[in-house]
């Protein structure tokens, strides 16, 4: 345990930062006061000892208000990342290995592709209600293609080795050549992506939450924290200040656990240290 | 004669690529007997493992397809069955050990996952029945301390180890056909003999018929009981290995029996080596004659024109030149 944790520092400082994250969000209803509480009389105040992290203009607890954000951060970005993951990985394989549906699928990912993420939540959102999930939807969408192509060069390159030949010679069938001998050795690459795609998840969150296309505002998330208070920044920065930092450690936090993955699962890398 | 397990009547098998269509396989014929181990040799791109393939179906698709011709096994053409029914004969009834044994291992999957997963598909057994005969071939091959070894992954495992491990997963399913491509061109000298020795004593005990594809006459000599010659997708002569070391006929054997090194201790080499002049022809302009005319020392003006045909003699062997009689 010690020695992996010399030999990936990243990885085990941005598990550490997620956990911490993660644990403060989980407990967020217990160890803090309403988030959606109105204090009219404490509007704007600096951190003290009421307000650990002070208030913002309609006299919310800033902290409160923080802890609760991190839930639906972590929410959106597993579930982009699962879902993405899930349903890519599957047209990746099928496109990789069959190459009858491949040019098909292809063309319609990279149709896909060419959408981008806030002007699909706007639309969505213009047509249903605001909400959570809507905002999941709108993400997801863009980001299967990126899992498609990964998993599909994993196969055509897998799909070409020996070993798959001498699978057919043993008499295997398509179906289970792809699951048993292929799907394997997607699963590093996908991990690493699965934290990328999650950590965009919740940067794309964020700015649609702050472009008021996102997560309704009366949900306490970090993008909508930022853009009501962005008019008070000079009077109350702290009010952006806490969620801004919140953001960029779990972007940062994220971002480290998969930089570290892809080094500790590339076995090309041979261990140096 | 005992009814022969493979009856391989006239097959051609050809690539259409975007330069013209590469004739891999013209016209080849032959039988092999159960129990019997056959060796098709030739050099680089004379059908060899081209051969190997279309007995199998397994040609890259959409580029080489079997043309002409019937591959007979256990009653029944392999050409005109459909893939469902070939898949069972894959693995079960003709199995294939290839030349890589470094990459025919899948590398994310145990060894044992992979001998069992070969006889879960054609024997109706239990994940537990599967793993424990994964185990007993493991040991057959002769691999030490086997029920542990079978957790273990292709890379703990060396060259020659992963190729008894490949041929543990062909004979698991005690096939009547082993199909041997190079089984021993990617291991050293040492490790070959052992291998060859292991399949021929493994054979003995599961009465399969080994097809050995081979570039290296050491290992036909070794091991088989009747050979084949290919050049340029043709058998040139076929013989029982002993009448053909001792009397090959046609001048490619020939000239392939010249360029062997050989090393007399003692005494220093007396003599060049022999080659063969020139390359091998262009398979993709059809060959009027002889396909060896252009290189073979006693060609005459009708070895061009002509092509000569298979005759064969008392002993069973045969020959394919104007020049040479059985």
Known sequence: ?273 | MEEPVLDVRDLRTHFFTQDGVTRAVDGLSFTIAPGETLGIVGESGCGKSVTALSILRLLPAGLGRTVGGSITFGGRDLLTLDEAEMRRIRGDRIAMVFQEPMTSLNPVLTVGEQIAEAVMIHQSKSKSEAWARAAEMLTLVRIPDAARRVHDYPHQFSGGMRQRVMIAIALSCHPQLLIADEPTTALDVTIQAQILKLMLELKGRIGAAILLITHDLGVVAETCQRVIVMYAGRKVEEAPVEELFDRPLHPYTRGLMGSIPRHRPGIAPSRRLQEIPGIVPNLRAPVAGCAFAPRCPQATPRCAAEAPPLRRDATGHEVSCWEASP
């Open chain 1, 1 to 273: 345990m010690k020695r992996f944790a010399r030999r990936n520092p990243t990885i085990v400082i941005g598990a550490i930062l997620l956990i911490l994250v993660a644990l403060a969000a989980i407990a967020a209803p217990w160890v803090t006061g309403d988030p959606q509480l109105l204090t009219p009389n404490d509007r704007l105040q600096s951190p003290n000892a009421n307000y650990w992290l002070g208030t913002d203009h309609l006299g919310r607890d800033v902290y409160a208000r923080t802890l609760h954000g991190a839930r639906i951060s972590l929410l959106v970005g597993l579930t982009v990342a699962a879902l993405s993951v899930a349903i890519g990985l599957f047209i990746g394989l099928a496109a990789g290995y069959w190459r009858r549906v491949d040019t098909l699928v292809m063309r319609f990912m990279d149709g896909l592709m060419s959408i981008p993420a806030i002007l699909l939540a706007i639309a969505l959102v213009s047509l249903n209600k605001a909400s959570v999930f809507i905002v999941i939807v709108a993400i997801t969408i863009p980001e299967i293609p990126r899992v498609v192509r990964l998993v599909r060069s994993v196969v055509l390159t897998v799909r070409e080795m020996p070993y798959i030949e001498a699978a057919v010679s043993g008499g295997s069938r398509g179906g289970k050549i792809v699951i048993r001998h292929i799907l394997p050795s997607t699963v590093a690459p996908l991990i690493v992506q699965a934290t990328y795609i999650a950590a965009s998840a919740i940067l794309i969150e964020a700015g649609l939450s702050f472009l008021g296309a996102g997560v309704p505002p009366e949900i306490p998330t970090w993008g909508n924290m930022i853009a009501q208070s962005r008019l008070f920044v000079a009077r109350a920065p702290w009010t952006v200040f806490a969620p801004g930092t919140a953001l960029a450690l779990v972007i940062l936090a994220v971002n480290l656990v998969g930089d570290g993955l892809r080094d500790f699962l590339d076995v090309r890398l041979a261990r140096r240290m």
